[in-house]
């Protein structure tokens, strides 16, 4: 028998906010019949495999974006980002010339964190903050997005 999934602590701690998949749900005030084929199509969205290889972005002019770009992430990979509170308030500029698809996307945005310096205000000091993100894997499905100061806390620990 596998054992269950273990909690990670982070995903119920509130000075994170965890991205998710946009869910369909059924309407209120959809007829009885068509019950089922919301279900069904809940269900498929449920257990279908990411495809990031059948997304595409077209070029975007260089701008400030949001953070909040992580959810489109999370949409096409599956993966989930749990970002700092603070810092999911924040943006970060990005952009691109090229059609990207899924893959490429998300490899150019989370790089654009790492290395493009995004800002966000910081609620502690009362000041805005603008530094490079560090992207830590905690399992396949699971990044955290998180500053510096917090790497320490976070960083899985090796066995001896």
């Known amino acids: 028998m596998t054992p269950p999934p273990r909690q990670l602590p982070f995903l119920t701690d509130p000075r994170f906010i965890v991205t998710s998949k946009r869910k369909i749900s059924v309407p ?6 068509d019950r089922a084929m919301w279900w069904w199509i809940g269900l498929q969205q449920k257990w279908r495999k990411p495809q990031p290889l059948n997304w595409s972005f077209g070029a975007t ?26 810092v999911a308030a ?8 090229n059609v990207l698809n899924g893959a490429q996307f998300v490899a150019a945005f989370t790089e654009a964190l790492q290395t493009g310096k995004p800002g966000w205000w910081d609620q502690k000091t009362g000041k ?26 976070f960083r899985p620990r090796k066995a001896h």
């Open 28 to 33: 209120a005030n959809a007829p009885f019949k």
């Open 61 to 86: 002019p260089t701008t400030l974006c949001s953070l909040q770009l992580l959810s489109q992430c999370t949409e096409v990979t599956g993966v989930r980002y749990v970002i700092a509170r603070d």
């Open 90 to 97: 924040g943006g970060v500029v990005f952009g691109h010339t």
């Open 128 to 153: 805005y903050r603008k530094e490079n993100l560090v992207l830590l894997t905690n399992d396949p499905r699971t990044v955290l997005v998180l500053p510096q100061e917090m790497v320490a806390e």
